[in-house]
Every structure is written in structure tokens, then in C-alpha cells.
């Protein structure tokens, strides 16, 4: 098909062994069969090479595959001409008095699934307290207690949904289990975060879904359960998978996206960055435009301990789309 997927991926998982001792054999080699972004029917799968970019992980020794599904300019374009055109609907709905004023803060509900195999914490049995852990990381994050912008939004927990179901066990990104354990899982409007935790395929910390003007029963984040905070993801246990795979959500590119040329991440105030950064390469510089590598941006592929701030212009890219996409 024409498209690409329009589910936005994980973060890299594979550069530190201790982190690759709990990541699977099992994974799907090569190809990822995906849903596509704006046309395709839900049930539509395409396959495509996987490993399009992996040479940065290769280089440092890690066995994981590059992001399945980054975005292409092509698919960027196509993005960014539907937040427009979903812009100039919500003000044309306004103008009738059809629409809500826009919001300029926003409480997300969340709804958080755990994916078990069994009951043991081998088996996906994560405590609670790492879910609210989570719940915290988000609030810090996006309030820009860690360090970066203040975004308009703050997250509330409104349900722990613990699931037992081995054949959704490790969650396969761009399976059918998956589309099923979605279909059946997922809950509230398009203002609601469904989070999906388990161990994951293919070597991945996590991945979400873009916004979509119609609510689509994939919308949602899966994030690899120990990547939570007080999990045993090495140098991704602090949570900021889940900051990450947020971002996403609510339409942040990666920092990295387009590389050194273009409009990059359609954010002004990100420096644009030839390729994804891994550890945390303090003062690394891949592009001639001006401004160091934004590695302790969110949406680069940094330890959690090396990212801890959105830009303001990430947030005015967050709080647009939420009102195009996601308000009521
Ligand atoms: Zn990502």
C-alpha cells in the first residue's frame, strides 16, 4: 500500500546487555506487518523492512531493530496537511458555535491495562506502585518540573484494567493479537490515554499511535512494563518510555525526523539532528544548522537518565493538535 504505518514506534532498547538479557528471541525478523495511517481498512496489514536505519545500534554492539515504522517525509506532509485541514474544520465548527473554545489546559484521563502472562512479575505482575510511579513521571515531565517547557497538560489515573491472557503475551507490535487486545481492551473517547504494559516484540521499549480525526480503536500507547519506574530496563527504567511514547500521542515527532534538512520535526526551537542520539553523547553536533543535538529532548532515543524537557514550541505543538484532534 501507498502509506506507511501511521503507529509511531519505541525508543531503542538495544544498547546496553544487561537491557538485552531481558528482551526477546521471539520477535518477527525483518518484516513488520503494520496498519496504515489515514485510508486503510483496520484489518489492512502491509509488510515492509524493518530495519531501514539500524547502523547506530549495530555500531555499538545491540541487537535491536531500528524503529519500525519512523516516518517518511512523505508521510510527514501528509500529517502535517491533516492537522491543517482538521484546524480549519474546528474553526469553521466554531464559528457555528459547534465546537468548544480551545482549551489551554487539559487533564487527561488515563486508563492503564496490564498485559500478564501469568502472575508472576516474570509474567508481566507489575506492583501498582510503578504504575503510579508513572503517573508521576508524566505530571513532572509535562508540567516542566524536570527541567523543560510547560505543556498544558497533567494526567490522571482513573483505572489499573490487569489483564491474563498469554496470547497476548509479549504484546507484537503490529499483530493481529494486538489489534484484538485494543479492540477489546480499550476504553473512553479520543481525550482518553489507553496505556498498554507488557513485555513487547522486537526488541522495543514502546510505541503509539498518532492523533487521528476519527477515534480509531488502535489509539493508544504500549509501553514494555519494566521500562516503568523501578523496573529492571537498564538505563530505561525511569519512565520516559512512557514520556516518550506521550509525546507521540499527542503529535510530537522525533527530534531526529527529516535529519539535518527540511522542516525537520515541524518545531521551530529543536535543533535539527541528523540521526537518532543513544547513552546521552553530551555536546554531539550532527548538523550544520546552528544549535547542538537536542539529546536531552523527550522525543530523541537518549537514556532516561540524559532526556528531561519538551521546548515551548513542543507544547504549542502538543496543545494545537489536542485541540484539532482530541477536545471534545
Ligand atoms: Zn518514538
Known sequence: MGLRPNLLTRRAAGVASTTLALLL??????VVPAASAFSAAPSEVCAEPADVHSDARIKKGGIAKHEPNELTAKQVREREADLAAALRERASFRAGAQAAAPLASVTIPVVVHVIQRDSTRAGGNI????????ISVLNQAYSGATGGAATAFGFQLTKINRVTNPA????????????SMKTSLREGGKNTLNVYLGELSDDLLGWATFPQRKLNSMDGV??????LPGGT???????????????????LYHTFQGGCSGSGDSVSDTPAEASPAFQCPTGRDTCATAGLDPITNFMDYTYDSCMYQFTAGQASRMLTAWNAYRAA
Do not use: F
Open 127 to 134: 506492583p501498582d506502585s510503578m504504575i503510579t510511579s508513572q
Open 25 to 30: 528471541s521471539t520477535a518477527a525478523v525483518g
Open 222 to 227: 504500549v509501553v514494555l512494563s519494566e521500562s
Open 233 to 251: 530496563a537498564a538505563n530505561y527504567n525511569q519512565g520516559d518510555t512512557g514520556t516518550h511514547e506521550v509525546g507521540h500521542w499527542l503529535n
Open 168 to 179: 497476548w503475551y509479549p504484546i507484537v507490535q503490529g499483530s493481529s493479537a494486538e489489534r
